[in-house]
């Protein structure tokens, strides 16, 4: 893959037009040029809201895998006699 700058078109120079999209989960940047019909599409791995959905599921999963803790204080007038 060549090393583009994102303004120009590595062919005839014209001005490239960029599109991103996330939907799939990947960040997906296509890069085309109008003047030359030039086009390139790049993964740039996983979108933002992918990784935070994820940890957000981990996290929930692990809560709910975590036994709740007991609260062994007991307060009542019986153990006060004890």
Not at 9 to 21: A, I, Q
Not at 44 to 71: F, H, M, Y
């Amino acid at each position: 893959m060549n090393t583009l700058t994102f303004n120009e078109c590595p062919r005839c120079g014209g001005k490239l037009h960029s599109e991103k999209t996330t939907f799939t989960g990947e960040e997906i940047r296509e890069y085309n040029c109008p003047n030359c019909k030039w086009q390139e599409t790049i993964n740039t791995g996983p979108a933002l809201w992918k990784v935070l959905s994820d940890a957000r599921q981990e996290q929930s999963e692990r809560d709910e895998a975590t036994p709740p803790l007991i609260n062994n204080t007991d307060n009542s007038e019986s153990s006060k006699d004890k």
